[in-house]
């Protein structure tokens, strides 16, 4: 085995396994040992295209074991390019070869990927992970803007004899090998100074115009096939970590990854992993994990970055549908059942949406619709949340985000849960905007120990009091509202006065405990903002339009002058509040509580909630196949009718909405229907 191939089976320097030679990158390579007529006329075909001493060391060591002949040769069977300098062009010298790319970054010699005709995984693709996983303001990508010419131009100084030897056998190594090479879908990374191997494999980009290309947009199959789970508890087919190693593996690179890294967040008190990426588009998202250990905080930071990946934009299908809603209106959903503004919203300066009309062109993706059994086109912009970066034909009517996204073992399960974070954000605005007084949770005859020994600690770090509260409606999956307030008086003028959090599950007790989870994280980040952002928060006080990002919502409620917008849930003070309800009297009217032997049973009793009462359930499949290679499933589901979640004030979308109207004095808190006069007019407290 050679020297370098051996370094990335042992993690071994391949140094150590060789005897020393003179580093000098002037010194010719030994001649090359011609082989034996019969050896050259059976031997495989290659050419290496190329000048400089990388070039010269690889024509030397490959005339031992191939038939080198040129590039244009009709018998070529693989092209290695070689390259002394950081080129960063891709193109493949011939489209029907195999190739092999060889070039110096500075210390650094990359191999890879072996690219072969009509095979997933080309160069092209591993520029792209390469770029994404690092991101556009990286110092790799300034060095390049910056110096890339004469990077390209110039030859490392640490390309040495030695180097160009062990990168010569590495290279052999590839092309000795028809299956189970280093660089196959994998970039080898060898470093001239230690000459250490490194494997960085990489996901094929299915957008690639060399050896990708996006399908026609489908309606999405579901209910299908059988989707057992592996308790009747249980919400998922699948848990994590049965192969958490093969997931980090496949997506967590810092290199080549989809997600760059895991971050351990040691600048909050609990745990809390981050999962940072870079979206086709160069905008960088994260996935955020908060657990009670870091573990599970890893998997669920994890999850959200691939389901943040589906969410963005269309990655798995290719968008074949524009029109306007009155050429599509008998297979479409109706824009205005999906939350837009009122008439004088539009007239007004700068205002980035435009008027709904239906004859106004639109790209349209297929979902399912449950109420209708069959597919439904559905406005792109609205399943898909960041199309209108960068995409001028992109005409989205109104401000959306990843509400209703998830991810799954399969996409009934990823629907399924994708419908339960629907219920939670609607079960928080309808509380907000309706100030309904909804029924308080006594959190001591909560049965799992966490909920109170978390209650405890947030007392103990910040002398905040936790409260929650049963915020479920008509459809009755439990949600709940959990805040933290500080206590009265004076000294506490540092403090934020409330934080809020929102939490759901088939389980009311896991549904408090999933909203003390994310209240434990924002509360961290809140008050150190708080005493920083002190003036531009009061001002916010004053001036709701001042409150234009999602961070703005949770930063006004910490101000204690905005404290007597929750007086409808917890009366005129945090000790004055309404006596707290047992959990599961404070939770009776949670009845949607499946527990099916199959997803598709537990998705069709939640599904049924809304449709009993005269709500469709639209999913969207967002998979890509990025999602497929780990067996997972990513879904947007839409409920329309539901309070859509918004950020900015100025983008609240509650006009239109007739259940947000009827359904307090439905719910028995209010003795007849509201107008739009009668809603909260202050921004909502979410996150």
């Known amino acids: 085995m050679t020297d370098a191939v051996t370094a990335a089976r042992t993690g071994r320097p391949a140094e150590a396994l060789s005897p020393a030679r003179p580093a000098d990158a002037t010194t010719a390579p030994a001649p090359p040992v011609v082989p034996a007529a019969s050896a050259v006329a059976t031997a495989p075909v290659a050419a290496v295209v190329g000048e400089g001493v990388l070039a010269s060391a690889l024509r030397a060591a490959l005339s031992r074991t191939h038939r080198l002949v040129a590039e244009e040769d009709a018998v070529c069977e693989v092209v290695v390019t070689a390259e002394d300098g950081w080129g960063t062009g891709v193109e493949p010298p011939r489209p029907d070869a195999c190739w092999l790319p060889v070039r110096v970054e500075l210390g650094l010699l990359v191999a890879g990927p072996m690219t072969v005709p009509g095979r997933a995984g080309c160069a092209r693709c591993a520029r792209t992970r390469r770029r994404r996983a690092l991101g556009p303001d990286s110092p790799r990508a300034a060095l390049l803007q910056q110096h890339g010419e004469r990077l390209a131009d110039r030859a490392s100084p640490v390309l040495t004899a030695w180097a160009c030897d062990a990168a010569a056998a590495l290279v052999q190594h590839e092309l000795g090998r028809p299956g189970g090479r280093l660089t196959d879908n994998a970039v080898a990374f060898l470093s001239l100074t230690t000459m250490s191997v490194d494997r960085h494999p990489f996901l094929p980009d299915p957008s690639c115009p060399w050896c990708g290309g996006l399908p026609e947009d489908r309606p999405p199959v579901l209910m299908a096939d059988p989707r057992p789970k592996p308790d009747r508890d249980v919400h998922r087919v699948r848990d994590l970590r049965a192969d958490w190693e093969g997931l980090v593996s496949r997506y967590v690179d810092g290199r080549t990854g989809l997600v760059r890294q895991l971050d351990v967040r040691t600048d909050y008190p609990y745990p809390m992993v981050s999962a940072p990426l870079h979206l086709p588009g160069g905008e960088q998202e994260a996935g955020f994990g908060r657990d009670l250990d870091y573990a599970a905080c890893a998997r669920t930071a994890l999850a959200e970055a691939l389901e943040r990946l589906g969410g963005a934009r269309p990655g798995g299908y290719r968008t074949t549908v524009r029109a306007g809603y009155a050429e599509v209106a008998d297979r479409a959903l109706c824009p205005r059942d999906l939350g837009l503004y009122p008439p004088e919203r539009y007239t007004e300066p700068d205002f980035p949406y435009p008027p709904y009309d239906p004859g106004l062109e639109l790209n349209w993706v297929w979902g399912h619709s449950f109420t209708r059994g069959a597919p439904v086109l559905v406005p792109e912009d609205y399943a898909y949340y960041r199309t209108r970066h960068d995409n001028p034909a992109a005409r989205p009517l109104a401000y959306e985000v990843s509400n209703g996204c998830a991810l799954g073992g399969c996409l009934e399960e990823a629907a399924l849960h994708g419908l339960v974070e629907l219920a939670e954000r609607d079960a928080f605005l309808l509380t907000w905007y309706a100030r309904l007084p909804v029924p308080q949770v006594d959190l001591r005859t909560v049965s799992d120990p966490r909920v109170g020994a978390l209650a405890e600690r947030i007392r103990q770090d910040s002398g905040h009091r936790v409260l929650a509260f049963a915020t479920t409606p008509e459809h009755g999956i439990p949600t709940a509202w959990v805040m933290a307030v500080r206590p009265s008086g004076p000294g506490w003028d540092d403090e934020p006065a409330a934080v809020c959090a929102a939490g759901a599950h088939f389980d009311p007790e896991r549904a408090v405990l999933n909203g003390l989870l994310e209240l434990a994280a924002n509360l961290g980040w809140n008050r150190a ?74 998705l069709a009793e939640a599904v049924g909630r809304f449709t009993e009462r005269g709500l469709d359930v639209v999913v969207v499949d967002q998979t890509t196949d990025e999602h497929r ?7 947007k589901v839409i409920v329309p009718g539901l309070v859509p979640m918004t950020f900015g004030h100025r983008m609240r979308r509650t006009h239109g909405l007739p259940r947000l109207l009827r359904l307090p004095a439905q719910l028995g808190y209010r003795s007849h229907a509201l107008t739009e006069d009668d809603l909260n007019p202050h921004p909502h407290p979410f996150p």
């Open 529 to 602: 903002a708080f005493r920083e952002e002190r003036d531009r928060i009061a001002a916010m006080v004053d001036d709701p339009e001042l409150v234009r990002e999602m961070r703005d919502h949770a930063l006004l409620h910490c101000h204690p002058a905005a404290f007597d917008r929750f007086a409808f849930l917890i009366g005129d003070g945090t000790d004055a509040g309404r006596a707290g309800l047992p959990l599961e009297e404070a939770f009776a009217h949670a009845t949607c509580r499946p527990r099916g032997a199959d997803i598709r049973d537990d």
């Open 629 to 635: 290679a780990g067996g997972l499933a990513c879904a």
